[in-house]
């Protein structure tokens, strides 16, 4: 088994975390992988249904103190939380480079990204502020105030381990929500890490409940069929959500959907070329191309086509993939093979389209799930990489000839989550940034996400907002209450 040598060993967790206790599963324990080596990362509890359901009883007897707590002391404990991460950020870096795969940079990235979230969290939960309405009678008022939402459970995704369990669980607890957190089965570690941080912070039993397993749809089925949880907050594939959100309707619950993308760049022919080529190496190949918000269509101006290619293939070839510890290396593994396949594939289909191969285009021989730095000319919309999301480095270019035809190439998608645009004239960025049916847009700049903005989509891509005041209200119930009969009896 691969050993970290973490200098805070309180991080490294195995066990699922309910009612302030770590425990066993009772169906044994499940493997955790690296995706660099191949190797065995650590076996984590494989929890049973009725495991699942006592993290729910906790979560449920939980809730109703802690949203009877101040909004200072919880936000005094999302900050003490929030301290804690970032004093421990290089060994919560390393696990998350250990079961996940990326350049230790971006892990390092990724936990202050994912401390941001606690932070600012920390400072809107004493910013939960009602309204007082006039009514049309003189003798009534009407205020508005907001409620927690009560139990919520949160399923997340493998791809930015710790970032995609902060800003769902530091909003919920700012609004005074208990939480019920079953992360990804790859990357179980950093969830338990943060917890365990959660758990110095001395935040009381029940009040974030972590449970672990590999049997995603046995424990879907005990969170969505709970009657006591109120919430499902989600990040994950298109498929499993929309099973999630059926699986919501009969006990009415409310959902955010963090789903898939397939996001467009759109390079102009007054873009400066180079900045879109940074841009575009920022965004594609992030995370080794598995991010919902990747660059997943580059839509390039005829008359900037040609050169545009020769900068992306010279920038990309200079790519160095490798184990995520090294710190030369620029491009991580895939998850698992199975990634690796699906991206294979994509790219087979395109090649037998007609798509031009620039560069990379294979698996990696070894044992890791590692698959080179890839760019595809000539790709049209019948294809795979045009279609899909890609979750891989590969990078497939469209020729347009007017914004007209890119807008249109850009929104031929279900999906509607991220979507870029580079150029020079205002104007012209501007028409396009509005005519693009995504819930969120670049505009000459591809790192878009902060704690401070509501990131989320449209269309298939989902609905709920994480980040920001949205993130927030997400986890709050309006309540109106009438006053009547205000009529002083003195003077
Ligand atoms: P990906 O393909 O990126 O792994 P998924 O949507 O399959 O995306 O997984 C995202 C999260 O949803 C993970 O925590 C996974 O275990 C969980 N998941 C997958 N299928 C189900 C399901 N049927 N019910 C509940 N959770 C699920």
Redesign the pocket.
């Known amino acids: 088994m691969t050993s970290l040598n973490l200098q805070h060993a309180s991080l490294w967790q195995t066990r699922a975390h309910i009612r302030g206790r770590w425990l066993d599963g009772d169906n044994g324990f499940f493997d955790v992988t690296d995706p660099a080596g191949g190797g065995l990362v650590a076996r984590v509890a494989e929890l049973s249904p009725a495991q699942v359901r006592s993290a729910v009883d906790a979560a449920a007897e939980a809730q109703p103190a802690w949203a009877a707590l101040s909004a200072d002391a919880r936000a005094d404990f999302l900050q003490a939380w929030y301290a804690k991460v970032k004093e421990h950020r290089e060994d919560l870096a390393r696990l998350m480079t250990l079961e996940q795969g990326k350049p230790l940079g971006e892990a390092r990235a990724e936990i202050d990204y994912a401390a941001s979230y606690i932070r600012w969290y920390a400072e809107e939960a004493r910013r939960i502020v009602g309204e007082l309405i006039s009514l049309p009678q003189n003798d009534r008022a009407g205020l508005v105030s907001y409620t927690p939402v009560g139990v919520v459970a949160a399923?997340?995704?493998?791809?930015f381990p710790s970032a995609m369990i902060t800003r769902k669980v530091a909003p919920a607890l700012a609004a005074g929500c208990s939480v019920v957190l079953?992360?990804?089965?790859?990357t179980p570690l950093s969830a338990l890490a943060l917890m365990a941080l959660a758990e110095e912070c001395g935040i009381a039993p029940g009040v974030i409940n972590v449970v672990t397993g590999?049997d995603?749809?046995a424990?879907?089925?005990v969170?969505?069929g709970d009657p006591r949880v109120r919430k499902l907050s989600?990040?994950?594939?298109t498929?499993?959500?929309k099973?999630?959100m059926r699986?919501c309707t009969d006990t009415m619950k409310r959902t955010s959907m963090e789903l898939g993308g397939n996001a467009p760049l759109i390079v102009l022919d007054d873009a400066d070329l180079d900045l879109a080529v940074a841009g575009t190496l920022a965004s594609k190949f992030r995370n080794a191309g598995q991010t919902c918000i990747c660059a997943n269509r580059l839509l390039v101006h005829e008359a900037v086509y040609e050169r545009f290619l020769d900068k992306l293939v010279a920038a990309v070839s200079g790519m160095t993939p490798g184990s995520g510890f090294d710190e030369q290396t620029t491009l991580g593994p895939l998850?698992h093979r199975r990634a690796l396949e699906s991206v294979q594939a994509k790219v087979q289909d395109a090649l037998a389209q007609g798509a031009r191969l620039l560069t990379g285009g294979q698996a990696i021989e070894g044992q890791g799930c590692f698959f080179q730095p890839t760019v595809l000319a000539d790709v049209n919309v019948s294809m795979q990489v045009f279609r899909e999301e890609i979750?891989g480095p590969v990078a497939p270019v469209t020729r347009f000839a007017c914004d007209r035809e890119a807008v249109a190439l850009a929104n031929d998608t279900p999906f509607g989550l991220a979507a870029y645009v580079f150029g020079k004239d205002t104007g012209r960025l501007w028409q396009i940034s509005q005519s693009l049916a995504y819930g969120m847009v670049g505009v000459n700049e591809t790192a878009i996400s902060s704690a401070q903005i509501p990131f989320g989509g449209v269309k298939e891509s989902g609905h709920g907002r994480e980040g920001a005041r949205q993130g927030l209200m997400d986890y709050l119930d309006t309540r109106y209450t009438c006053l009547g009969n205000l009529i002083g009896q003195g003077a």
């Open positions: 399923i997340t995704p493998w791809n079953k992360p990804a089965a790859e590999t995603a749809p424990i879907g089925e969170l969505t989600f990040t994950g594939s498929r499993v959500g099973a999630l699986a998850i979750f």
